[in-house]
């Protein structure tokens, strides 16, 4: 399934008011890593209250020890305080990043913006060496906008 085919999934899942905001989530991670071969882990970090750090959310991979990551640490955590996507082709060539897992080889971490405020992100991690795109870079963009509505209620 190609990332235009998956757009009606994303809208569908999050019109669906009589789940929790964190079960819907969860569904468009679960969506996305099984309709996307190189998507192996997929999930949301929301920054932590108050504090200058991010807390995972929702997911859909295998569970990860990086429940909390401080802004400027890893590649989320420097994307919290950028507020710029940040596309690793390859993980190795990356000084300031938080190995999650061994198999793990390429990320793509895309901020969520409510009212023009980064309060989040949606972090991608592939087992195949650089396999994302501006394909993939557009899509989570609308993913994150479509959250975004829904955060906004």
Not at 143 to 150: G, M
Request: glycine share 6%; hydrophobic share 40%.
């Amino acid at each position: 399934m190609n990332l235009e085919e998956l757009k009606p999934k994303v809208t569908n899942i999050l019109a669906q008011e009589q789940l929790s905001v964190e079960h819907r989530l969860e569904e468009i991670c679960n969506v996305l890593r099984d309709n996307i071969s190189y998507y192996n882990w997929v999930g949301f970090y929301f920054k932590n209250g108050d504090k200058n750090e991010l807390k995972l959310s929702s997911f859909a991979g295998e569970p990860t020890d990086h429940t909390i990551i401080p802004f400027g640490k890893g590649i989320c955590g420097q994307v919290a305080e950028s507020n710029s996507n940040f596309v690793v082709p390859d993980v190795k060539a990356q000084d300031n990043y938080i190995a999650c897992s061994i198999t793990v080889k390429a990320e793509i971490v895309v901020p969520l913006f409510v009212n023009g405020k980064n309060i989040g992100q949606i972090d991608i991690d592939s087992n195949t060496i650089d396999p994302f795109t501006d394909k993939d870079e557009r899509f989570l963009e609308f993913v994150n906008a479509e959250v975004a509505k829904v955060l906004e209620k």
